[in-house]
Structure formats: structure tokens, C-alpha cells
């Protein structure tokens, strides 16, 4: 059920999803929303916003968090900087070069040089999407997913990057492997909304 006065959209009777707005950081975001009395989760993908909470003690004033949410000042203190060291072995590297016009040094130059964010959390638990890929390497992903992506394999689809925290299926383009990359803890996931992710090349 929606309502198109408020911009919800009820998932059950214990969450509802809105529009992300745009201009707001989603680290920013989730810290607000968490903040929020009665709230129990928060889930941001590319476009959308879910809120989960206890159906008995909704959040107060839940009709107007859209708006409110979308007035949100996104200058806050940057998450935590990660230095992944990577060897540029992908299977993929050859096939994204020649798809992006670059040869294979360019690619992983590239690669490399961006300074990149996690925008959003999600496929499986520690797999961060990272903003910031050069637009050069844009491509989408494989027409033919791989049945089993090694874990911590670097790679790239659509207009982010990421690292497979565990083997798993995927259709990601990989350029290589992080070295040691420890992405899901005893204490959870290491990289978090907003935090920054540099990658090194290791030969």
C-alpha cells in the first residue's frame, strides 16, 4: 500500500520504504534514521530507503520522515579510511580493457587512483558497493554470472566497485584479489556507510 501525500510505501504492517533522497549522504541518513524512536532497522539501496520497526510502537510523526529526512545537511565527519592492497589478477582484466577501449595497465591505473566510498550495504553480508569508479570503466556486468566468484576478489559493475567478502555466485567483472581485505569480523562488517576505501597495487 502507498501513500503518494507522504511518499510511503508500507512493506506489511512493520515497514515502509520512501524515496533516498538525493542530496543526502547515506551515511548521514542511516544515523538519523536509527536515531528515530521505535525504529529497529534501516536498509539503503541505490534509489530506496526501507524502515523497519516494532508494529506495536511505530516511530512517532512516521508520515513525515521523508521530508524531514530529505532536509538532512550531509556535512558530517568521514568514515574510516581502508588501504587494501591488491593484486590486479583478474580474469576479467583483458576482457574490460578491450571493452573500455584502454589497455590493461591503463585499467588497473585507473582502478587504483579513485579514492572510493561505500554508498550502500547489501548482496550478502560485508559486501559494500563502492562510488567512485572512473567513468571509463563503466561496463555492465557479465551476460553469463560465474556460478562461484572467489572471496575477495575486486571487481567492477555498472558504476561501482566492491570486494566479494566470501565465494559466492556473481556476475561482476573481476580485475583482482584483495590481499588479506578481513571484511567480515567477529565484530561484523568492516567497511560501513561512508567509509573510504583506497586501493594499493601490489605486484
Known amino acids: 500500500m502507498s501513500d503518494k501525500s507522504t511518499g510511503l510505501v508500507w512493506l506489511g504492517d512493520s515497514a515502509v520504504t520512501f524515496s533516498r533522497p538525493a542530496t543526502v549522504a547515506p551515511a548521514v541518513l542511516s544515523v538519523w534514521l536509527r536515531e528515530q524512536p521505535g525504529v529497529l532497522d534501516v536498509v539503503i539501496s541505490e534509489h530506496r530507503v526501507a524502515l523497519y520497526f516494532d508494529p506495536r510502537r511505530p516511530p512517532a510523526q512516521l508520515e513525515g520522515i521523508p521530508e524531514r529526512s530529505a532536509q538532512l545537511q550531509s556535512a558530517v565527519a568521514a568514515g574510516q579510511t581502508h588501504r587494501i592492497a591488491v593484486r590486479y589478477d583478474g580474469p576479467d582484466l583483458a576482457a574490460v580493457a578491450t571493452a573500455t577501449g584502454l589497455d590493461v595497465s591503463q585499467v588497473i591505473a585507473l582502478h587504483a587512483r579513485a579514492e572510493y566510498q561505500v554508498g550502500m550495504l547489501g548482496f550478502m553480508p560485508g559486501f559494500a ?3 567512485g569508479l572512473d567513468s ?7 551476460e553469463q554470472p ?3 566468484v572467489p572471496a575477495d576478489s575486486v571487481a567492477i559493475g555498472g558504476a561501482y566497485s566492491a570486494i566479494y567478502p566470501c565465494a559466492s555466485p556473481g556476475g561482476w567483472n573481476l580485475l583482482g584479489t584483495a590481499l588479506e581485505p578481513l571484511l567480515l569480523t567477529g565484530a561484523g562488517a568492516r567497511l560501513q556507510l561512508g567509509d573510504r576505501v583506497i586501493f594499493e597495487p601490489i605486484p
Not at 136 to 142: E, G, K, N
Open 129 to 131: 558497493y563502492l562510488q
Open 136 to 142: 571509463r570503466l563503466v561496463l555492465p556486468r557479465r
Open 146 to 148: 560465474r556460478a562461484r
